[in-house]
C-alpha cells in the first residue's frame, strides 16, 4: 500500500492558565492510499487540534507533517494541494448561497473553472442525492442534507485526502447510516482516502479499515480494526449463577472478575486467559453448591474495547 | 489561470450576496440619504454654508459621500473577516492552494467597484436634491478612488488582524467612524503630517477634481507618489498587521472561533 500521509511526534502545545498543555503529544501514524483511517477519541483527546495541523490550520510546536513526502512546515501550499476538508461538522459552507452556488464558489477559489467542474458537480449532486436541492439555499435544508452538501463541497476539487471532522456529528440514526455508506461509496469508487474523526464507534466501526485512538493527546493505540477487535473479544464469559457468591468463590475467582462485585452479584462477567480454565471455575461453583444458570462467551462490542482501552491508558483497571 | 478563477469565484460571490441582501443594502442608501437631507436642510435653515465637513456646501456634499464610501470600505475588510471567522468558512478560505491574502485583494478589488459605483450614485442624487453642479470627470474619480481606497483597506485588514486575535471590534469600528470624520473635514493637506493620514491625500485630489474641475492631466507627479504611496505604505502596514495576527491565530487554532 502507499502511503499518503505521515504524522512524526506531532506535538502541539496550548498555553493555558496552568501553563503549557499538550493538546498532541508526539503523536505518529500513517495514512495509506484508498483507506478510510478512523481518529477516535473521547471529547478533548486532541483529535480536532490533530486534524487542524495535518489542513495547515494550526501551527506546531514539534514533530512533522507529510502529506505525499511534502512537508507542511516546509511547504504549507505544496502539501495543500492534495487535501480538502470538513471542520467541525458542516461549518465549511454558506449557508445563504444555493448548493451549486456553494460548490462553484469552492471549486473557483481553488482555482477550477465552472466549465471544468461541470461534468464533477454532476456527478456529485447525482451521488450525494442532490440534484432536486441544487438550486435551493443551504439554510433551507435539514442538517444532514447539509453534511451532504459539506462533503460534497470537499471533493468537487477532486483531491486525494478527505479530512473529516465529526461527520455525524448530531445527525439520526437514519442520516447517520446513510452517511456511513456514503463514505465507503467515496472510498471505494472514488478512490480517495479518508481520514475522520470521531466519537461515533457505529461510525469506525463499519468504515475504517486502520484507525488510531487517542486520548489526552497521547496514542493508546494504532492497528486495524480487526486486530484491535481480536484482542479484547477472544475470553470473556458471562455466568449467571442462582444465588449469591460464596466468600470462598468469591476469593478464588477475585482475579478472573475485572468488575466489581458486591454481595447481590449473581451475573459475573469473567475474562479468561484458556477457556480451559472454565473447568475449574464450574468445579468451584459445584463445590459450593451454586447453581448455574447461564453461560455465554461474549462478543465486546467496539464501544467496550474503545472505554478500556482509554481506562488502560489512563491508568485505570480494565474492566469488562 | 488559476488566480482569474479564484478571483471570478470573489466576483460571484460578492454578487450573490448583494443580491440576497439587497434590502439591507438599499435600507443603508436611504438612511444615508435622509441624514443627508437633514444636515443639508438644517444647515439652509440655520443659514449657515460653511460648516463641519467641509470649507463649503460642495465640499459638505462630497465629503460626507466620501465619508459614507470610506467608512463601508473600512469596516468591509475587517466585518467580512470576522465573519467569515464566526461562520467557519475563514478556515476554509485558508485551505485552498491560492494564497488566502489574493483572496483577500480580489474581494478588495470588488468592494472597490461596488463603493465607487455607489460614490457616483449618491453623489448625483446629492446634486439633484441640493441643486449644486460637480465637476464628475468620470475617469479621474475612478482613477483616484481606486488607488485611494486602499490605504483604507490596509486600516480595515489592522482591524481585522484585532478581529482574529481578540475577537469584538465593533466598538473599535465605531470609533474608527470619528477618526474618519476627522479625516474628512481637515481643510488643508500642507502640513506633513496630515498628507500620510490615510485617505487624506485622496480626499484632497478628489476635492480638486469635483470643485476645481481638475483632470488626471492636471496633478503633478508629487500629487500621485502621495497618493501611490499612502495607498501602498497603509496597505502594506495593514497586511504585515494581519499577518502577525495570523500567525497568533494558527498558534492559538484561533481562525475558526469567534
Partial sequence: MTEILRLEGLTKLYKGKE?????????????????????????????????????????????????????????????????????EGNRNIYWRMTVSENLNFFAGINGLSKRSIANRMAYLLEAFQLTEERNKIVNHLSRGMKQKVAIAISLITDKDIILLDEPTLGLDVGMSQEMRIILRKIAKEEGKTILLSTHDMKVVEETCDRLVIINKGKVV????????????????????????????????????????????????????????????????LQQEALGLLAL????????????????????????? | MKYLYSFLAM????????????????IGLIIYMIVFISIFTGAQYIGQNNFALGESMEGFLIGYALWFMAMGAMSDTANSIVDEARKGTLEQLYMTEIPFTWLLISKNIISTLIYIVIFFLIINVQMLFTGISLNIDAISIFITLFIGLFSLYGIGLVLAGIGLVFKKVQSLLGATQFILIGIMIIPSVEAPLVKLLPFTYTRHMIMSIMREGKGLLGFSSVDYFYLVGISTLYLALGLAAYRIAEAQSLKKGMLGQY
Wanted: aromatic content about 10%; hydrophobic content about 40%.
Fill in chain 1, 19 to 87: 501553563g503549557l498543555k499538550r493538546a498532541v503529544d508526539n503523536v505518529s501514524f500513517t495514512v495509506n492510499k484508498g483507506e478510510i483511517f478512523g481518529l477516535l477519541g473521547p471529547n478533548g483527546a486532541g483529535k480536532t487540534s490533530t486534524i487542524k495541523c495535518i489542513c495547515g490550520l494550526l501551527k506546531f510546536e514539534e514533530g512533522e507533517i507529510f502529506i505525499k513526502d511534502n512537508s507542511i512546515k516546509e511547504n504549507r501550499s505544496k502539501g495543500l494541494r492534495h487535501i480538502s476538508a470538513v471542520l
Fill in chain 1, 221 to 284: 493505540a494504532y492497528d486495524t480494526m480487526e486486530n484491535l477487535k481480536k484482542l479484547f473479544n477472544q475470553l470473556i464469559y458471562r455466568i449467571v449463577l442462582d444465588k449469591n457468591l460464596t466468600p470462598k468463590a468469591r476469593s478464588e475467582l477475585k482475579h478472573y472478575i475485572n468488575s466489581d462485585i458486591n454481595e447481590e452479584e449473581v451475573e459475573l462477567r469473567l475474562s479468561l486467559q484458556s477457556p480451559n480454565e472454565l473447568f475449574g471455575i464450574l468445579s468451584l
Fill in chain 1, 296 to 320: 455465554d462467551r461474549l462478543n465486546m462490542s467496539f464501544e467496550e474495547i474503545f472505554m478500556n482501552l482509554i481506562r488502560e491508558a489512563e491508568g485505570d483497571e480494565i474492566s469488562i
Fill in chain 2, 11 to 26: 466576483c460571484m460571490k460578492e454578487w450573490i450576496e448583494w443580491k440576497r441582501y439587497w434590502f439591507n443594502s438599499i
